[in-house]
């Protein structure tokens, strides 16, 4: 009896020292593949956080720096407000480099040119068959005002209106579901914030140097 028993407790410590190995072994492959495939909302905390790094707000400084110099700042030749819209895009077109494409809105800021360029062909296009095809507007105003009057029949929910505003101000998010938005957003937000502090260090360099520029040449002058 006692040689039965203790071969029992034997065969049942054997059993659970089987189960906290392969238990072990469980965790360590979840580990791994965990390291090795992170999760979504992983990435997206990692990708959040970069752009509130010393590194990353240099490495834009940079970029801005260089295209900043390419840019035509001439008073004389064009206006204020042309000059402040070219430093707008060049700003946002550096901070997309900086994210490398990998987000939707920075991919939407690198290709924005080239849609612009294609949409302005299109309008040309359709203004030449509008003129063309004239005696058959008629019709199709009847269509697009009741299309207008049905539209403005449905009326749109409060969360939908701030969703679909939200989309229209992150650039590549017109058209999609609220997950990507957000995603999109959060990230869009922290690049931003970064750019403001980028440009506003940029432009404390700018007035001391200017200031000390005309500070160094003021004794000479007298």
Not at 88 to 117: H, Q, Y
Request: glycine letters at 4%.
């Amino acid at each position: 009896m006692e040689q039965s028993s203790s071969s029992a407790v034997a065969a049942v410590i054997s059993t659970n020292a089987n189960i906290n190995t392969d238990r072990a072994r469980r965790r360590k492959k979840k580990k791994s593949v965990l390291q090795k495939h992170p999760s979504k909302e992983s990435r997206n905390s990692q990708s959040h956080a970069k752009w509130k790094t010393e590194a990353q707000q240099q490495i834009y400084s940079s970029k801005l720096i260089q295209a900043l110099s390419q840019v035509n700042l001439n008073p004389s030749t064009s206006s204020a407000p042309r000059q402040g819209r070219a430093v707008r895009e060049v700003a946002d077109r550096a901070l997309a480099f900086a994210a490398k494409g990998k987000t939707r809105w920075s991919r939407a800021i690198l290709t924005s040119r080239i849609k612009l360029k294609f949409r302005k062909q299109q309008h040309k296009r359709r203004r030449l068959a509008s003129s063309s095809s004239f005696s058959s507007s008629g019709s199709t105003t009847g269509s697009s005002s009741r299309s207008s009057r049905k539209h403005k029949g449905r009326v749109c929910p409060a969360v939908q209106r701030k969703v679909s505003v939200l989309g229209r101000l992150v650039p590549g998010c017109r058209k999609q579901p609220l997950p990507v938005i957000l995603e999109e957003a959060t990230d869009y937000i922290a690049a931003l914030e970064m750019q403001v502090k980028a440009m506003s260090a940029i432009a404390e360099l700018l007035s001391r140097s200017t200031s000390e520029a005309s500070s160094s040449s003021s004794p000479m002058t007298s």
